[in-house]
């Protein structure tokens, strides 16, 4: 689906997923130690994720953890529509 909407990547699935599979808020340093992508990306990562709803972030640090259209996205419940920003 990344190459069907322009603002999402490969490891975006792959860090969504290990969110879901965690269950609970999880750091992007902590995140770096199980996939294979760096803090950095990761964090930048995580960033666009919340703003597009598949991630909440945490409001007192920056820690995330997986939401309802998160997991809705991981079940390949949704289309390339449903992930579009309204200008592209």
């Not at 069907?4 to 130690?33: C, T």
């Not at 995580?46 to 995330?64: N, P, Q, S, V």
Request: hydrophobic content about 35%; charged content about 35%; some cysteine.
């Amino acid at each position: 689906m990344h190459r069907r909407v322009e603002w999402l990547k490969p490891s975006d699935r792959v860090i969504v997923s290990e969110l879901a599979d965690y269950g609970g808020w999880m750091k992007s340093a902590s995140l770096a130690l199980n996939i294979p992508y760096t803090n950095r990306h990761i964090s930048r990562r995580c960033k666009i994720l919340a703003e597009h709803g598949l991630l909440e972030r945490h409001e007192d640090t920056a820690g995330y953890r997986i939401t309802d259209f998160g997991q809705q996205f991981l079940n390949d419940e949704l289309d390339a529509d449903d992930l579009r920003l309204d200008d592209e």
